[in-house]
């Protein structure tokens, strides 16, 4: 067994895509796919002409973007002339996109990075490589307030 499979074992994730947006066509993903293309063409090379097809490109797909997502909510108002639960939705996920919230820290997440940040120190300490800047980790008071209030 390696050093490297003793302190960080290989897993295995299952990784699920979605949809993170109704209007998001497979043509806007293949021409993101294409612009990846072109960009790594320009870094590789890194030519004036394809540092100007990038550019443009980036417009195009830009463009693209704007025309689909605009269409998209045009047609869903469109469809649904007296259907006034839809509409509100529609312009309320326009208004206001969702955000997911962020998790409290716990003592738990605290204490997993720094079981995280100690495996690391471990792995560099038996690879012999230069040491990374050190981290410092503050502790907050403890309270009662909300992570928002400020004083």
Same mark, same amino acid.
């Given at each position: 067994?390696?050093?490297? $499979?003793?302190h960080?074992? #290989? @897993?295995?994730?299952t990784?699920?895509?979605?949809r993170s947006?109704p209007?998001? %066509?497979?043509?806007l993903?293949?021409?993101k &796919?294409a612009g990846? &293309?072109?960009?790594?063409?320009y870094?590789? %090379? =890194?030519?004036?002409?394809? @540092?100007? =097809?990038?550019?443009?490109h /980036?417009? $195009?797909?830009s463009k693209?973007l704007?025309e689909?997502?605009s ?9 649904? +002339? =007296? ?10 996920d326009?208004? @206001? +996109? /969702?955000i %997911?919230p962020?998790?409290? &820290?716990? $003592?738990e997440?605290c204490n997993?990075?720094? &079981?995280?940040k100690?495996?690391?120190d471990s792995?560099?300490?038996?690879? =012999? ?5 050190? #981290?410092?980790?503050y502790t907050? +008071?403890?309270t009662?307030?909300p992570?928002?209030?400020?004083k």
């Amino acid at each position: 067994m390696s050093t490297l $499979d003793l302190h960080a074992p #290989v @897993k295995t994730r299952t990784v699920t895509f979605c949809r993170s947006a109704p209007w998001y %066509t497979v043509e806007l993903r293949q021409l993101k &796919a294409a612009g990846r &293309a072109i960009e790594r063409r320009y870094k590789a %090379t =890194g030519l004036t002409v394809h @540092k100007l =097809g990038y550019q443009e490109h /980036q417009k $195009d797909y830009s463009k693209a973007l704007k025309e689909t997502h605009s269409h998209f909510y045009s047609n869903v108002i469109r469809n649904n +002339p =007296g259907n006034s639960k839809q509409l509100f939705s529609t312009i309320n996920d326009l208004l @206001k +996109p /969702q955000i %997911t919230p962020l998790t409290e &820290a716990t $003592d738990e997440h605290c204490n997993n990075f720094l &079981a995280f940040k100690a495996k690391i120190d471990s792995i560099h300490s038996f690879s =012999g490589s230069s040491r990374l800047p050190t #981290v410092t980790i503050y502790t907050l +008071p403890a309270t009662n307030e909300p992570l928002h209030c400020f004083k």
